[in-house]
């Protein structure tokens, strides 16, 4: 048996969308887990499910436990517009301000700690748990990804909104990796087989669910709140094909992330099935 972690999210269902929908079958021996992101880093790293979708930062914490799975990613190219940065101010403006992190992407929060850093400010940080909701004091910026980062766009909230894929790269001129579907170690080194198998249905999933994004956004926008054209932009702007561009920026990240401590060593990008 091989436990296999999904999440609902919009961005992710141009992976799942058609396994969800019975189109493509997983191998019967797959049991699937549903959760939310930090459920299912979690579930991960405690042996609880073999394959998942992680954030590249939490791969790269526990590199030595993993196996990236290849060709799956949820990354973009200029911007990705559901990992965002809400101010009242402009962002030169925050130093010393009190900003909101967001606990539940953990690539997400240290790539702006990084972007804050390269720019010479340093807030004042407070963190928060999704499954709290968003905080309502008056705080001077936030952190949001998926799907609210999506909803709160959409308000017209903040005057300064910030993509953080846009802001990578216009520094760095390469795409940005914010999550990988990757394996345990010991689950692939157990059953070799049904991981392969497993990670075809996934790219056969992502290949069918591509040709599908009218509609996943129709489906998904009235439950948003979000129009359906929004939510069609969005997919579109998404990649989830781990390319040579990608991985080169994943690299990149990874360094700057063990340049600046954040990171305790440099994690090696290890592959499944190499």
Same mark, same amino acid.
């Given at each position: 048996?091989?436990?296999?972690?999904?999440?609902?999210?919009?961005?992710?269902?141009?992976?799942?969308?058609?396994?969800?929908?019975?189109?493509?079958? +997983?191998?019967?021996?797959?049991?699937?887990?549903?959760?939310?992101?930090?459920?299912?880093?979690?579930?991960? @790293?405690?042996? =609880?499910?073999?394959?998942? &979708?992680?954030?590249?930062?939490?791969?790269?914490? *526990?590199?030595?436990?993993?196996?990236?799975?290849?060709?799956?990613? $949820?990354?973009?190219?200029?911007?990705?517009?559901?990992?965002?940065?809400?101010?009242?101010?402009?962002?030169?403006?925050?130093?010393?301000?009190?900003?909101? !992190?967001?606990?539940?992407?953990?690539?997400?929060?240290?790539?702006?700690? *990084?972007?804050?850093?390269?720019?010479?400010?340093?807030?004042?940080?407070? =963190?928060?748990?999704?499954?709290?909701? #968003?905080?309502?004091?008056?705080?001077?910026? #936030?952190?949001?990804?998926?799907?609210?980062?999506?909803?709160?766009?959409?308000?017209?909230?903040?005057?300064? &909104?910030?993509? +953080? @894929?846009?802001?990578?790269? =216009?520094?760095? *001129?390469?795409?940005? &990796?914010?999550?990988?579907?990757?394996?345990?170690? %010991?689950?692939?080194?157990?059953?070799?087989? !049904? &991981?392969?198998?497993?990670?075809?249905?996934?790219?056969?999933?992502?290949?069918?669910?591509?040709?599908?994004?009218?509609?996943?956004?129709?489906?998904?926008?009235?439950?948003?709140?979000?129009? $359906?054209?929004?939510?069609?932009?969005? +997919?579109?702007?998404?990649?989830?094909?781990?390319?040579?561009?990608? $991985?080169?920026?994943?690299?990149?990240?990874? %360094?700057?992330?063990?340049? %600046?401590?954040?990171?305790?060593?440099?994690?090696?990008?290890?592959?499944?099935?190499?």
């Amino acid at each position: 048996m091989l436990r296999l972690g999904i999440i609902s999210y919009l961005n992710t269902l141009p992976v799942y969308y058609a396994i969800e929908k019975g189109l493509v079958s +997983l191998p019967p021996e797959v049991e699937v887990v549903k959760g939310v992101p930090s459920t299912l880093n979690r579930l991960l @790293a405690k042996g =609880e499910l073999d394959i998942a &979708v992680v954030s590249a930062f939490e791969y790269a914490k *526990h590199y030595r436990r993993y196996l990236i799975l290849p060709d799956l990613c $949820i990354g973009a190219q200029r911007e990705v517009m559901s990992v965002l940065f809400f101010s009242t101010v402009p962002i030169q403006e925050l130093h010393q301000k009190e900003v909101y !992190l967001t606990r539940a992407s953990l690539t997400s929060k240290n790539l702006l700690i *990084h972007l804050f850093r390269r720019m010479g400010i340093e807030p004042i940080y407070r =963190e928060f748990s999704m499954e709290d909701g #968003i905080p309502e004091n008056d705080y001077m910026g #936030i952190l949001l990804i998926g799907d609210d980062a999506l909803r709160m766009l959409s308000r017209n909230r903040f005057r300064h &909104v910030y993509d +953080l @894929a846009r802001l990578w790269n =216009e520094r760095y *001129h390469t795409p940005f &990796v914010f999550a990988l579907w990757c394996t345990r170690r %010991e689950a692939y080194r157990g059953n070799p087989r !049904l &991981v392969e198998e497993c990670w075809r249905t996934l790219v056969r999933s992502r290949e069918i669910s591509h040709r599908l994004y009218r509609r996943i956004a129709e489906e998904k926008a009235a439950e948003l709140g979000l129009g $359906i054209k929004e939510c069609l932009r969005y +997919l579109n702007t998404l990649n989830f094909r781990l390319t040579r561009d990608y $991985i080169k920026g994943l690299s990149i990240y990874f %360094e700057k992330m063990y340049q %600046e401590g954040l990171l305790d060593e440099r994690p090696q990008l290890q592959f499944a099935f190499h």
